[in-house]
């Protein structure tokens, strides 16, 4: 058994970065192999994301990475980033992707490939008790690390559907190896069902709703066979099924109609029709 409670919480006092930044590596990694595997014929390949391709997928994981780096060392850049979102919050993230999607495909790999890099240096060296400012509230080290695995992640599932590495039209849990089911994918899901979990209050906020006063039990089976849980385990609310559906569902990848995910309690079920694990607007979700 695998109690998230007991670990380090990623949203309150200093934690070390643990295995953040290795799953991290790991699994974007993975991503940029198979984006080149795909080449040319599949740099503009559209994906499940509205006027998307894939190029915008990698645009948008490395425009995050910047303004990560913004955020810990560049306060003017950080500063005008901000000002882009107030001014635009529906359309600056879409923007800044797509305006990096207009390189070369080799240069933003090679860019990517260096962001990436240099935000996992810097990470390593703050100090884990470090305030890093950021669009909502100021994060640790490690929940940029976790943010960053979060983002890779749901972004990753985009880009291999785009590539046809799964069958379209099935649920994402049936589809075939591409990005699901590989070691680092499966490494990275915890730390994705974590941050998920940490965002519950913000899901029922950033609806109109108030934040339901009792904590929820998760029980959240793994690939391999262990539980992760989250919460109380003599919790009257409570969500189980697959670790994998949790974390496509609190990404909204995957429709819940189509995940394994037994919600107990008016407030449970509510929380998996609106949870949203990212910063920004409502998200419109998968059909």
């Not at 391709?53 to 060392?73: C, E, N, P």
């Not at 089976?221 to 003599?234: I, S």
């Amino acid at each position: 058994m695998t109690d998230n409670n007991v670990t380090h919480d990623i949203t309150k006092g200093p934690a070390p970065l643990d295995g953040a930044l290795d799953a991290l590596a790991v699994l974007g990694r993975q991503l940029e192999e198979l984006v080149e595997a795909a080449g040319e014929a599949g740099w503009h390949a559209d994906t499940p994301a509205e006027g998307w391709d894939v190029a915008t997928q990698i645009a948008h994981l490395h425009w995050t990475d910047r303004a990560s780096l913004a955020a810990i060392g560049d306060k003017a850049e950080f500063d005008a980033l901000v000002e882009g979102a107030v001014a635009d919050p529906e359309g600056f993230v879409d923007t800044g992707a797509r305006e990096l999607a207009l390189l070369p495909r080799a240069e933003l790999l090679a860019k990517w490939r260096e962001g990436r890099d240099e935000l996992a240096a810097r990470l390593e060296s703050l100090d884990p008790g470090t305030q890093i400012v950021w669009f909502g509230p100021p994060m640790r080290p490690k929940s940029m690390a976790v943010a960053r695995i979060m983002e890779t992640f749901a972004h990753g599932y985009d880009v291999a559907d785009g590539l046809g590495a799964v069958p379209p039209g099935s649920p994402v849990s049936d589809r075939a190896p591409g990005f699901n089911g590989t070691a680092a994918e499966v490494a990275s899901l915890p730390f994705v069902a974590r941050i998920g979990h940490r965002t519950r209050n913000f899901s029922f906020q950033l609806n109109g709703e108030e934040p339901p006063a009792s904590e929820f039990g998760l029980a959240l089976a793994a690939p391999g066979g262990d539980t992760v849980t989250f919460g109380p385990g003599d919790a009257e609310q409570t969500v189980t099924g697959s670790l994998r559906d949790f974390c496509l569902r609190v990404t909204q990848r995957m429709a819940l109609r189509d995940t394994d995910l037994v919600a107990t309690g008016a407030d449970a079920r509510r929380w998996l029709d609106i949870t949203q694990a990212f910063a920004g607007l409502p998200g419109k979700g998968r059909d």
